[in-house]
Every structure is written in C-alpha cells, then in structure tokens.
C-alpha cells in the first residue's frame, strides 16, 4: 500500500504558522528597530539644537512604540508561532516515517490531523492566555 499524503487540513496549518512566524518576527524586528532609532534621535536632537517641539515628537513616539511593543507582543506571537510551527513539522516528518502511533496508512491521516488540531488549539490558548489582562480568568465577562 502506498502512503498516504499529508492531510490538506495539515498542511494548511503548517503554511499559516510557517507564513506567520516570518510576519511575526519582521514586525517585532522592525518596530524594535524603529524604537531604537528614535529613542537615540532624542538626544541627537538636543545636540544640535533642533526645536523643542522635535525632541518632544521623537520622545512621544518612542514612548507611543514602547507601549505598542508591549500591546501587540509581536516578540511573544514570534516565540508561539515558531513553535506550534516545529511541532507541526516535526509531526509530519514522524507521519512521513510512519513513526509510533503513525505505522497504519490507514489510521495515520486522521491522527496527525487530530494532532495537529490539538497543536493549533494549544497555541491558541495559550495566544489568548497572554491577551487577558493580569488578574483575569477565562470566566470573567
């Protein structure tokens, strides 16, 4: 018996998390970067004497980016996609192997796409874990 592909429903999980991860640790790099720059123009503005207004302007946005860092936790969405993303993967290469519980070529699609599922419902708990305020339970409305 041949062995059967990859669940569709796999490999569009494993391409959203892939294609996220990047996202994820672009915009986390570059809004890091951005901070960087206009914190150090703040002093570089006072240097040459630049209006007042400039030095308040590169302050206000450093400290407006600061708190978006914090907001949107781009660093965090990074880590978590790139994770769920090699649990994937590496259940995949088990499938292709017809590792442990993946040996049947009949039962194999069904149970990497139930493991993948639960992989997707982890990260996602855990995503919207770190989106709830400190003190809050999952109860609270």
């Given at each position: 018996m041949e062995w059967p592909d990859v669940p569709p429903s796999v490999t569009v999980r494993g391409t959203w998390?892939?294609?996220?991860?990047?996202?994820?640790?672009?915009?986390?790099?570059?809004?890091?970067?951005?901070?960087?720059?206009?914190?150090?123009g703040v002093p570089f503005a006072v240097a040459v004497k630049a209006g007042t207004w400039v030095v308040a302007?590169?302050?206000?946005?450093?400290?407006?980016?600061?708190?978006?860092?914090?907001?949107?936790?781009?660093q965090g969405d990074w880590i978590s996609f790139t994770r769920a993303n090699l649990q994937i993967e590496t259940e995949v290469v088990r499938y292709k192997q017809g590792l442990n519980e993946y040996s049947d070529p009949v039962a194999a699609p069904g149970i990497l796409a139930a493991c993948v599922e639960r992989i997707t419902a982890a990260e996602t708990g855990a995503w919207a874990q770190r989106l709830m305020p400190p003190g809050a339970s999952e109860t609270d409305s």
């Open positions: 998390y892939q294609q996220n991860m990047r996202s994820a640790r672009w915009r986390a790099r570059l809004l890091d970067l951005t901070i960087l720059v206009l914190a150090a302007l590169l302050g206000s946005l450093t400290s407006l980016l600061t708190g978006m860092r914090h907001v949107f936790d781009l």
